[in-house]
Nanobody, 121 residues
């Protein structure tokens, strides 16, 4: 069984910073892409950023220059450093990872339980 556990959410003021972490554990042979998504109230879940095992990164436009995604392959962990937070960044942030549980198994999508980020003065 594979688990993704996020941490680091909370309350920040506009212009402030938070750092999210997500650790994958369990039956893991290898992890391909990892990423962060978010879902605001009454909106659909949307992509924030992704990072490949080799470190190639993709950001959506609304976080470019403010958020930084990184990962530690040895720790099966992905991070999201969020700077200059704005009220519109308020959402539940979800970690995603494409994981191969065994050497010859397929890559499957796994999700964390989500962590709330609230930006308010």
């Amino acid at each position: 069984q594979v688990q993704l556990v996020e941490s680091g959410g909370g309350l920040a003021q506009p212009g402030g910073s938070l750092r999210l972490s997500c650790v994958a554990s369990g039956s893991i042979f290898s992890i391909a892409d990892m990423g962060w998504y978010r879902q605001a109230p009454r909106k659909e879940r949307e992509l924030v950023a992704t990072i490949t095992r080799g470190g190639s990164i993709n950001y959506v436009d609304f976080v470019k220059g403010r958020f930084t995604i990184s990962r530690d392959n040895a720790k099966n962990t992905v991070y999201l450093q969020m700077d200059n937070l704005q009220p519109e960044d308020t959402a539940v942030y979800y970690c995603n990872a494409k994981i191969r549980a065994l050497r010859y198994s397929n890559l499957n999508d796994y999700w964390g339980q989500g962590t709330q980020v609230t930006v308010s003065s």
